[in-house]
């Protein structure tokens, strides 16, 4: 099988730079081992796939018919072969991470500034969703781990990391400023700005779960949009403290006289699968 791959990948690579020299240079090979490895495929499946000319090299009818099929193929297989480098090497590879904003914003540059101290060539990706998306890419391989609340999906394994405590933001100069802690019934006696995207919002879940209705005046999925709604005395609301860490807004923060939060953790289909790289990273972990 490896010994064909390469015959499709001089194929690919030979029509894609037009010159049986120029795949020979790219590929590391001679050109008359380009050469040879075509027709060794000419003859196995008995179909002409190049015609050569004195305008150069084109596909023949038949190799325009099945080519896309041979690029899909190689390009399958250089992917595969990216992922076990990334499985087993530390000067390079890619780690994917599924999150939130908060920690998009507050955690993960500084784990990922120590880390390139030591590992300068690993690069990232970070996708930024809510918690239902971070869970598919989670469940679906799209991201090797995820930063999530806890609890999630049963067959997850999963690390507590931080209880993010749920504070009550207000304008300065408001009537509830005076409260060390707020009562939560003191909370339905005005406008409520909610954080919510697609009905999925922790403040809500909270509101359930204690029975309270809220007077919710404006619903929107952006914290800093709440925090400049409150700021202009549009409404009160209840956010996560690490949304409102190193925040430009003028506005006030407490505690419920009950306090409430939301658990933050790691969450991995399997940490025994992840690459190298990947686990190495988790050890960074308490450089948030």
């Given at each position: 099988?490896?010994?064909?791959?390469?015959?499709?990948l001089?194929?690919?690579k030979?029509?894609?730079?037009?010159?049986?020299?120029?795949?020979?240079?790219?590929?590391n090979?001679?050109?008359?081992?380009?050469?040879r490895?075509?027709?060794?495929?000419?003859?196995e499946?008995?179909?002409?796939?190049?015609e050569?000319?004195r305008n150069?090299?084109?596909?023949?009818?038949d190799?325009?018919?099945?080519?896309?099929?041979?690029?899909?193929?190689?390009?399958?297989?250089l992917?595969?072969?990216?992922?076990?480098d990334?499985?087993?090497?530390?000067?390079?590879?890619?780690?994917?991470?599924?999150?939130?904003?908060?920690?998009?914003?507050?955690?993960?540059?500084?784990?990922?500034?120590?880390?390139?101290?030591?590992y300068?060539?690993?690069?990232?990706?970070?996708?930024?969703?809510?918690?239902?998306?971070?869970e598919?890419?989670?469940?679906?391989?799209?991201v090797?781990?995820?930063?999530?609340?806890?609890?999630t999906?049963?067959?997850?394994?999963t690390?507590?990391?931080e209880q993010?405590e749920?504070l009550?933001?207000l304008?300065?100069?408001?009537y509830?400023?005076?409260?060390?802690?707020?009562?939560?019934n003191?909370?339905?006696?005005?406008?409520?700005?909610?954080?919510?995207k697609e009905?999925n919002?922790?403040?809500?879940e909270?509101?359930?779960q204690?029975?309270f209705i809220p007077?919710?005046q404006?619903r929107?999925?952006d914290?800093?949009a709440v925090?400049?709604?409150?700021?202009?005395?549009?409404g009160?609301s209840?956010l996560?403290?690490?949304?409102?860490?190193r925040?430009?807004?003028?506005?006030?923060?407490?505690?419920?006289?009950?306090?409430?939060?939301?658990?933050?953790g790691?969450?991995?289909?399997?940490?025994?699968?992840?690459?190298l790289?990947t686990?190495?990273?988790?050890?960074?972990?308490d450089?948030?």
């Amino acid at each position: 099988m490896e010994t064909n791959i390469q015959k499709y990948l001089a194929l690919v690579k030979t029509v894609e730079l037009g010159s049986f020299t120029k795949a020979a240079n790219a590929l590391n090979y001679s050109q008359s081992g380009i050469s040879r490895m075509i027709n060794d495929l000419e003859k196995e499946s008995g179909v002409n796939l190049l015609e050569r000319n004195r305008n150069g090299l084109n596909l023949t009818s038949d190799g325009m018919n099945i080519f896309p099929f041979i690029q899909n193929m190689v390009n399958e297989y250089l992917l595969l072969q990216r992922r076990m480098d990334e499985l087993t090497d530390l000067d390079t590879g890619i780690i994917r991470i599924g999150t939130f904003s908060s920690v998009a914003t507050h955690w993960i540059p500084k784990m990922i500034q120590q880390f390139q101290k030591r590992y300068p060539n690993i690069e990232f990706e970070l996708l930024l969703g809510d918690y239902t998306e971070i869970e598919m890419w989670i469940n679906e391989g799209r991201v090797d781990f995820g930063f999530l609340r806890l609890p999630t999906i049963s067959h997850f394994q999963t690390k507590f990391l931080e209880q993010d405590e749920l504070l009550v933001v207000l304008p300065e100069n408001h009537y509830l400023t005076k409260y060390d802690k707020i009562p939560l019934n003191e909370l339905s006696h005005f406008p409520f700005v909610l954080l919510e995207k697609e009905k999925n919002s922790d403040i809500l879940e909270l509101f359930e779960q204690l029975n309270f209705i809220p007077a919710i005046q404006f619903r929107t999925w952006d914290d800093y949009a709440v925090m400049s709604m409150v700021e202009s005395n549009l409404g009160i609301s209840i956010l996560p403290e690490l949304i409102l860490k190193r925040i430009a807004y003028n506005i006030v923060t407490k505690s419920l006289d009950i306090p409430q939060y939301r658990k933050i953790g790691l969450v991995y289909r399997n940490k025994e699968t992840l690459s190298l790289a990947t686990k190495e990273f988790l050890k960074f972990i308490d450089y948030r």
